[in-house]
């Protein structure tokens, strides 16, 4: 063997750094896939629909998931290998993030339930509202049937 041929040490060293480096990576492009806060929070529609098609839009975390996949199985490769020196710090922003995600994806189902449940609101109050105007003309109606009787 050469001089000029790494060792194997160095060659492990470089590639724990290189792998470390590739959760980090995919850790940032994680937390910048994430939904804006103010996507989410501020709201510009017509009607409570539409409010809600904006939501659920803006709670899209596909992206950042898939990042979070990519760096947990470079993390599990890793951490396997014994090649982090101070791994805890990968795991918790693994967790972490994972922990976001699945609220985000709650919130999207929550908001998709309400996206469908609202049009089905509307229409059954708006049969109501429609029994109770005709019941009214009805009692109207008897009334006036009344008085015309009564005269």
Known sequence: MSQSTLGDDDLFGEAAAEMRADVEEHLD???????????????EADNVLGVLNGLRSSLDVEGAAEHVRQAKKWYVIGQRAEAFDDPEDLEAAIEELEALIELVEEAHELVGELTNTMPQLRGALTDAAEAAEAADADDEDDEDEDEEEEE
């Open 29 to 43: 492009e994680a937390r910048s896939a994430l939904p804006d806060p103010d996507d989410v929070w501020d709201a």
